[in-house]
T-cell receptor, first 114, second 111 residues
Framework: DAGVIQSPRHEVTEMGQEVTLRCKPI?????LFWYRQTMMRGLELLIY????????DSGMPEDRFSAKMPNASFSTLKIQPSEPRDSAVYFC????????????FGSGTQLSVL | KQEVTQIPAALSVPEGENLVLNCSFT??????LQWFRQDPGKGLTSLLL?????REQTSGRLNASLDKSSGRSTLYIAASQPGDSATYLC??????????FGTGTSLTVIP
């Protein structure tokens, strides 16, 4: 299996622009997670989906952030409008059945908002 | 909210040494705990998942122990190698329905 695939690997954008991050989970995994990693705050869970349904989005920082999972093999995390403080590495992870299982991470998207 | 502390923040050892990484957490009502490895510019790789009912879990040169009641876990690495150089994070999973990550221990193994 190719593992969790994220795109793009790097994104540089200007403040105010819309940013869309993409994730393809491991085939057959039913749960998908979006994390953000910064030096100051470490790894934080933003949202997780189970069977394509958002279960917990309490970590989404503001209304500027939104996430979708239209099918079992694709998810997006959108930031609109982006701000410099959104600069971070965004990870997608998946697990077989739920959040209590072993997590498989993608390589992340390094986002820089200028 | 679960608070996770990892000590030391950084560790440098000569190749071949055995070493212990420490993790402590404030909420002992956990279901399990995972240890991850993160290489620079990469995602996290799960090394070991230890259930709350278990005392330890082993994989190759790695051994993770869990003392749930005292809120502690350790990761023991035997006969360290330069390829073990990475950041190691622990993440307990509890009733908040998510894994809470520590800030990690950055390990350097010197050849």
């Amino acid at each position: 299996d190719a593992g969790v695939i994220q795109s793009p690997r790097h994104e540089v954008t200007e403040m105010g622009q819309e940013v869309t991050l993409r994730c393809k989970p491991i085939s057959g995994h039913n749960s998908l997670f979006w994390y953000r990693q910064t030096m100051m705050r470490g790894l934080e869970l933003l949202i997780y989906f189970n069977n394509n349904v958002p279960i917990d989005d309490s970590g989404m920082p503001e209304d500027r952030f939104s996430a979708k999972m239209p099918n079992a093999s694709f998810s997006t995390l959108k930031i609109q409008p982006s701000e410099p403080r959104d600069s971070a590495v965004y990870f997608c992870a998946s697990s077989e059945t739920g959040p209590v299982e072993k997590l498989f991470f993608g390589s992340g998207t390094q986002l820089s908002v200028l | 909210k679960q608070e996770v502390t990892q000590i030391p923040a950084a560790l440098s050892v000569p190749e071949g040494e055995n070493l212990v990484l420490n993790c402590s957490f404030t909420d002992s009502a956990i279901y399990n705990l995972q240890w991850f490895r993160q290489d620079p510019g990469k995602g996290l790789t799960s090394l070991l998942l230890i259930q709350s009912s278990q005392r330890e879990q082993t994989s190759g040169r790695l051994n993770a122990s869990l003392d749930k009641s005292s809120g502690r876990s350790t990761l023991y690495i035997a006969a360290s190698q330069p390829g073990d150089s990475a950041t190691y994070l622990c993440a307990p999973f509890n009733t908040g329905n998510q894994f809470y990550f520590g800030t990690g221990t950055s390990l350097t193994v010197i050849p």
